[in-house]
């Protein structure tokens, strides 16, 4: 994994500004703190910071080949897990090689197959080739969003770059939140609509989107969607096409150069993902290494709910004992918890989720002291109908967002200059529509199925987005490369057309992930009831929260009450609503830990608010 970024200017000669692009680079060290480099010719600039995992030798960015009279140069971030077959494809085109890295391999499939290419790749990626010749650049992102890839597009200049911060260091690009900014973050996040960069010009490739930037423009389209087909597998069939699927995915998203570790909370989905490696590993001669989470005096106060019925500690203990490996324990303290909220900001560009960011960030840093790559469980309830929102019908049968139902209530917050020009229910909403409308279902006969699928884009487009960016960001910002088997777009294919009867296997959450994945799990683990990621429950972190928000609002230079009414952060202290703001895992404590991101964002960006 690394970083990239770039500009892409036709009206002057980009070889005077050097100092700039070292700028840029430098704000993505983090990302990739094991080398770097910089291509830079007349119109183009092409940068990238790595993190060596794939070829540490010969992996080296950016990477240059010629064909002909033409040059192209790549920088990429990311990883192929069909590395091996593309390339023996490739040999049969007559092409050779000189690394076993996958960038030499992305490279040469795109002097070959040009944009085609990104049909061919199973991988995670974010990627530029600069065509020297014909003057005009290729971008491309995953099909699942896994990577970032932000941009700025004004007159003859594009500057492109995996996070935001590398944007703003091109000078082009300014901090500013605009009323569709402040919407975003009120209304919506830490989620945004896809496309969004939330800060005024700067936008994203979406997922599964390519393009060419050259004199006349930006020209991109998609080039994968979810596709509505007839479901032929009888339910024993589907049994052992999703068990392959799985476990193809993890065992192709094991391959590395450097040590590779699992998350491990004792859940179904982090146990199956180190079950599967724990295998793969004991067949090499080698350990495997699983690391869980905890928080001081935790147990001291957890108190089960309708979301989270048990702690993770005990079935932790359960996996341990099964697997054959060395499990390591990282417990996190409230005081790190809120300091480390400001990080998460630093990591994420924008306000997110609270300490559900900051806990990770930690976490990712105390692994990081142990290993380079990670694989984890996120998006398998997303792909096999987990969540609530999927199994309850009244949530799922309601119009707009399942994850934020309280559009008036984060209205609310706003002060009245800024509320009188934002119609919530309208922003909320055109946006649910539009995403539902995507969703293919021409060939869905079941009104259930037909409801299924809506859900499942709603989930793929946005909430699973939302944890995307939380693990990309957490992790590269400590340097640590985290997988995501579950992401394999197979999967994703494969799940979109399987029956709502089939997935909901035994009337149990991801009842037919369980079914397929039977033979690697303890009893216990297999049907243990879904928990979500776990947060603190020590009531010291609402506390301390809580008098560093009092301190903003007792600040009349906090540039937070620009925008939010003093009276209703008030209210917010020291009212206890229990209203949700984002999911299960963001209540009143994340609320509040919610603004002050939001405040520190508006001071360290010096966000200017038009």
């Known amino acids: 994994m690394c970083s990239i970024s770039g500009k892409i200017d036709f009206s002057g000669n980009l070889t005077d500004e050097n100092a ?6 430098n704000t993505l060290t983090r990302r990739g703190p094991d080398g770097n480099g910089i291509f830079c010719d007349n119109h183009a600039s092409l940068i990238h910071t790595r993190l060596a995992v794939i070829d540490i030798e010969n992996g080296r960015q950016p990477m240059t080949e010629s064909d002909g009279n033409q040059d192209y140069i790549i920088v ?24 076993h890295s996958d960038t030499e391999v992305l490279l040469k499939s795109y002097i070959i197959w040009k944009e085609k290419c990104v049909e061919k790749f199973n991988g995670i990626f974010a990627f530029a080739v600069w065509e020297k010749k014909t003057e005009k650049l290729f971008i491309a992102r995953d099909r699942i969003g896994v990577k970032p890839f932000f941009y700025y597009n004004r007159k003859d200049e594009f500057v492109f770059a995996s996070e935001i911060k590398a944007i703003l260091a091109s000078g082009l690009a300014e901090p500013v939140a605009d009323i569709n900014t402040i919407s975003e973050l009120i209304l919506l996040g830490p989620g945004r609509t896809p496309g969004q960069g939330v800060f005024k010009d700067i936008e994203e490739l979406p997922p599964a989107t390519c393009g060419y930037y050259d004199k006349n423009g930006l020209k991109t389209w998609k080039y994968w969607h979810l596709e509505d087909k007839e479901h032929t597998d009888n339910l024993s069939d589907t049994v052992e096409k999703v068990r392959f699927l799985v476990t193809d995915s993890i065992e192709r998203q094991l391959v590395s150069d450097v040590p590779v570790c699992t998350f491990l909370s004792g859940g179904l989905d982090s146990s199956l ?15 495997l290494h699983t690391f869980s989470l905890d928080y001081k005096d935790n147990n001291l106060y957890f108190k089960e709910s309708k979301f989270q019925p048990n702690s993770d500690s005990a079935f932790i203990n359960i996996m341990g004992d099964y697997l054959h490996g060395e499990n390591h324990l990282i417990k996190l303290d409230t005081d790190e918890l809120v300091d480390a909220l400001f990080d998460a900001v630093d990591a994420r560009d924008l306000p997110g989720m609270a300490d559900v960011d900051s806990s990770l960030l930690l976490f990712c840093k105390e692994i990081k002291k142990q290993g380079t790559v ?3 469980g996120e998006c398998a309830d997303e792909i096999f109908g987990g969540y609530p929102w999927y199994r309850d019908k009244t949530i799922r049968e309601r119009d707009g967002f399942p994850w934020s139902q309280t559009t008036f209530y984060r209205y609310s917050f706003l002060k009245d200059e800024f509320a009188e020009k934002i119609n919530p229910a309208e922003f909320v909403d055109s946006r649910y529509r539009n995403t539902v409308q995507s969703a293919d279902t021409r060939k869905t006969k079941s009104a259930l199925d037909r409801r299924m699928k ?3 884009k709603l989930n793929l487009d946005w909430f699973m987005q939302t944890l995307l960016d939380r693990k990309d960001r957490m992790s590269m910002y400590n340097g640590l490369e985290v997988r995501v088997p579950f992401c394999d777009y197979r999967i994703a294919e494969y799940l979109y057309n399987v029956p709502w009867e089939y997935k909901d296997y035994n009337n149990y959450e991801k009842g037919l992930l369980r079914k397929a994945m039977e033979d690697y799990l303890p009893e216990e683990i297999l049907w243990r009831k879904k928990s979500p990621y776990p947060k603190t429950h020590n009531p010291a972190y609402l506390k301390k929260v809580s008098e560093k928000l009092r301190e903003i609002i007792n600040d009349p230079a906090s540039p937070i009450l620009q925008i939010i009414k003093k009276s209703s952060l008030e209210k917010l202290l020291t009212e206890n609503t229990s209203q949700p703001w984002y999911g299960q895992l963001m209540t009143t404590p994340q609320t509040i830990a919610y603004f002050l991101q939001f405040d520190y964002w508006l001071r360290k960006y010096k966000v200017k608010i038009v």
């Open 20 to 25: 700039v692009f070292i700028r840029m680079q």
């Open 76 to 99: 990429y971030n990311g990883e192929l897990y069909n590395t091996d077959e593309i390339r023996k494809e490739l040999i049969s085109h007559g092409v050779t090689f000189r690394s």
């Open 273 to 287: 993902i180190s079950s599967v490696a724990d295998r793969y590993f004991r067949k090499r001669g080698e350990k």
């Open 374 to 376: 990670a694989l984890s």
């Open 454 to 456: 809506e859900m499942m």
